[in-house]
Each structure stands twice: as structure tokens, then as C-alpha cells.
């Protein structure tokens, strides 16, 4: 399977952004999908998580009230809307897929090579 991210950018304070997440070689529907990011010289961070069937969402409190997660089975695509950015949000996001509770766990777990954030005036 693959994750391909896009949508990254650099863009000022109070700005947004949309990421994207196209996914393929795997049952889309049968996978949780979680944005990670990861700043130059701290931990990753899982920002955003979404169930299999789109009805959980949660949030890292740093972004919760501005970002926003999706899913489309029809296209197997994973959105991130990012809205109120702050230049404390730069950072690489990337896109998790993880076997979700109809499958076996010992399904694989994959991750996107990720896209670059710029928060900056």
C-alpha cells in the first residue's frame, strides 16, 4: 500500500491550508487514518485521528478548534483542514494508516513520505 501527502505549503499566520492523503494497494475502509507532524528538534506528534467509519475524530489539544479531519471512501482520500495556522504549526505532516477493528492487527501499518507546513510572515 501507499500514502501520498500533498497540499503543504508556506503561508502566513491566520491562514489555512487543506493536506490531502491519497491512499492505494489496501482496503481504504477497513483502515484508521491518523496526520502526524514532525518539527525540527521535537517529538512527533499525532495531530488528528478518524475511525474506520469516519464517525470518531479526535484531536491533539494544540490544533483542536482549527484543525479539521476526512475521510472519502469514494476517492480513498484523508483530508486535513488546517484553519487559524500559527508558526508554532510548521512542521512536516504525514499520514498514518493503521488496520482498524474488522481486520487482524497484524495487518500492515503504513505511512506517507509526508509534506512540508510553513507558517511564517
Known amino acids: 500500500g501507499q500514502l501520498v501527502e500533498s497540499g503543504g505549503g508556506l503561508v502566513q499566520p491566520g491562514g489555512s491550508l487543506t493536506l490531502s492523503c491519497a491512499t492505494s494497494?489496501?482496503?481504504?475502509?477497513?483502515?484508521?487514518f491518523r496526520w502526524y507532524r514532525q518539527a525540527p528538534g521535537k517529538e512527533r506528534e499525532r495531530v488528528a485521528s478518524?475511525?474506520?467509519?469516519?464517525?470518531?475524530?479526535t484531536y491533539a489539544d494544540s490544533v483542536r478548534g482549527r484543525f479539521s479531519i476526512s475521510r472519502d471512501d469514494a476517492t480513498n482520500s484523508v483530508f486535513l483542514r488546517m484553519m487559524d495556522l500559527k508558526p508554532d504549526d510548521t512542521a512536516v505532516y504525514l499520514c498514518?494508516?493503521?488496520?482498524?477493528?474488522?481486520?487482524?492487527?497484524?495487518?500492515?501499518?503504513?505511512w506517507g513520505q509526508g509534506t512540508q507546513v510553513t507558517v511564517s510572515s
Open positions: 498514518q494508516a493503521v488496520p482498524g477493528p474488522t481486520i487482524p492487527s497484524i495487518n500492515p501499518t503504513y
Open positions: 494497494g489496501f482496503t481504504f475502509t477497513a483502515y484508521v
Open positions: 478518524i475511525n474506520n467509519n469516519g464517525v470518531t475524530r
